[in-house]
């Protein structure tokens, strides 16, 4: 990590963000609530990102369009939100 990534970070969990790490060479991410040490020679750490959201414009259960921005479907269309989750 960069000194201003280090920063970043380190500035996003002061103002009460969470923080995600990943020991180094490894694929998965984790969730950390308290982090009494920080160790960026063996661990890297990110801001956790926020879930995606999408909204669909459905008609007779087709879906006919999709936009990250909510907005007022057609009259007959209705409008649902997807959020991502983790798994």
């Known amino acids: ?5 280090m920063i ?3 500035t996003h969990y002061k103002n009460g963000g969470k923080v995600q790490i990943r020991p180094i060479n490894t694929p998965n991410w984790y969730d950390f609530d308290v982090i009494q040490s920080w160790d960026f020679t063996n661990v ?7 879930p995606q959201v999408i909204y669909g414009d459905f008609s007779n259960g ?14 007959g ?7 991502e989750v983790e798994e």
């Open 1 to 5: 990590m960069t000194l201003e990534e």
């Open 8 to 10: 970043a970070v380190l």
């Open 44 to 50: 890297e750490y990110r801001a956790k990102p926020e």
């Open 62 to 75: 087709r879906l006919r369009f999709f936009s990250g921005e909510k907005y007022t479907p057609p009259f």
């Open 77 to 83: 269309r209705k409008l649902k939100k997807f959020v």
